[in-house]
């Protein structure tokens, strides 16, 4: 007896439709295009286009995490009333574990690090390849994540990156991976596809320095012109790093007001309350 579902994302938005003919009013989250990820085979790419096209029809209000979902919306399906609220982090939990750093083989402020799945559009391929052009300087390069289900792309990177010297961690959390966020000397994301990156927002809640590609989700935070290289462009990304090792370490202050989870709480339920009336 719900007043109103909230379904989020274009894979469960396939059932929009149902949705509304059980008398429900439905609140569709459009987090990104996900039959982009090369992931997904042909099948899934359509199921998860249709998705989308029956979130974007028949549900009652629309909230997006960018302004470039919104004009892909605009542009397929004429949809001009969504709801711009973008996803929202934590306040950093600043930490101090010099015995998981030692454990890992990292000194403070000496290490670049990422932290994501390990699927091909992350294309941390580039990332290992671009480090292992730079002069390095003592620093090292941390990769924290992996892959939900091994496959033939992800073995084959953790077995470059052994080879050339990555530290791999795993799937971390908690004290480690604050410990990791606090410490990094800076944060990359070489992604070729993104909605609105999560962990590029919490690397800034910790004030690291940020290297990402200028695919359009990542334009959208809105960094300095000297944090994006153009995507697949693996020199432009080595020269990238080079000039963070080469200068002092240091942090950087970003304005996060628009990723504060008590004002996105507000905007949601703002959404609700207009629709029920």
Not at 73 to 88: S, T, V
Not at 122 to 128: D, E, M, R, S
Not at 234 to 261: C, G, N, T
Request: hydrophobic share 40%.
């Amino acid at each position: 007896k719900a007043d109103i579902i909230h379904i989020h994302a274009v894979g469960p938005a396939l059932l929009t439709p149902v949705a509304r003919l059980l008398g429900l009013k439905v609140v569709f989250t459009h987090h990104g295009p996900d039959y982009d990820r090369d992931k997904w085979g042909a099948a899934a790419k359509t199921v998860l286009r249709l998705g989308e096209m029956m979130g974007a029809r028949f549900a009652n209000e629309i909230i997006v995490i960018s302004n470039v979902i919104n004009d892909m919306l605009i542009r397929k399906y004429h949809r001009k009333e969504c709801h711009l609220i973008y996803n929202g982090v934590p306040a950093p939990q600043i930490a101090d574990f010099p015995e998981y750093l030692e454990e890992t083989g990292v000194e403070k402020g000496k290490y670049i690090f990422s932290m994501c799945r390990f699927v091909p559009e992350k294309n941390l391929h580039h990332l290992i390849e671009a480090f292992s052009k730079t002069d390095n300087k003592g620093c090292r390069l941390v990769l924290a994540g992996d892959t939900d289900f091994e496959d033939e792309y992800s073995a084959g990177l953790k077995k470059y990156a052994r080879e050339q010297g990555v530290v791999l961690t795993g799937f971390i959390k908690g004290k480690k991976l604050h410990a990791l966020l606090t410490h990094a000397r800076c944060f990359v994301l070489p992604s070729s596809h993104e909605g609105l990156p999560i962990a590029l927002l919490e690397a800034m809640s910790y004030r690291l320095p940020v290297i990402v590609s200028d695919i359009p989700a990542n334009l959208e935070v809105g960094l300095s012109s000297d944090c994006y290289f153009h995507c697949g462009d693996v020199d432009a990304l080595a020269a990238r790093l080079q000039k963070v090792i080469d200068e002092d370490y240091h942090s950087v202050q970003y304005d996060m007001a628009p990723y504060d989870w008590d004002k996105i709480a507000k905007q949601v339920m703002g959404v609700y309350e207009g629709l029920l009336k």
